[in-house]
């Protein structure tokens, strides 16, 4: 015989479920709108925006050479590749990455990018914990192992409850996590 199933009460949809997805949505949105606000403009210079632009031409002549006529392919390749004086064999251009620790832009732009994730989701934390703690908010549809367990119900002490139910702490991770896809749509 199976043991009863858990009956949540409808209200916790309505007063934990949508409260903690509208804010960690919203939340996710302010981030993200701030991270483009705080990112620091990255200046190239004319020599750089030529390079790119001539790998692309030959990443597309590579790719598409086949519908253009046989002439016109030629005289691109020859552009490309003459052996005296074709843009790849006499640009030789010495590329050095700078190391983002001796580069104080870098640094600073890697912090603004660790404070405008990590603050966000420290507030989010604490005001669930403080508001929603103790509530289990839904169950995930497929059956899990007891190593998810703590994962999922962080902040409930049932033993006997199945690890399939999820407390609102986690609901909370579990919807950062999941609306990464929405916000690349956004």
Not at 27 to 51: A, C, F, P, W
Not at 115 to 140: E, Q
Request: hydrophobic share 40%.
């Amino acid at each position: 015989m199976s043991e009863p199933e858990l009956l949540l009460d409808s209200s916790i949809r309505l007063w934990v479920v949508l409260p903690i997805t509208f804010i960690t949505f919203f939340m996710g949105m302010v981030r993200h709108y701030v991270s483009i606000l705080l990112q620091s403009n990255k200046r190239l210079t004319q020599e750089q925006v030529s390079d790119s632009q001539v790998l692309i031409r030959s990443r597309v002549l590579q790719e598409n050479g086949k519908y253009i006529p046989k002439q016109s392919f030629l005289s691109q390749k020859y552009y490309f590749n003459n052996p005296e004086d074709g843009f790849f064999k006499k640009t030789k251009r010495k590329v050095v990455p700078p190391s983002p620790m001796t580069d104080p832009t870098m640094l600073t732009d890697m912090m603004k990018g660790n404070v405008t994730n990590l603050l966000p989701m420290i507030l989010i934390s604490v005001w669930i914990n403080m508001t929603f703690s103790g509530f289990v908010t839904t169950k995930v549809p497929f059956p899990l192992t007891l190593r998810f367990k703590p994962m999922l119900q962080q902040g409930i002490e049932l033993l006997p409850l199945d690890v399939s139910w999820v407390s609102s702490a986690s609901c909370c991770f579990l919807n950062v996590f999941g609306l990464r896809s929405i916000y690349t749509l956004l």
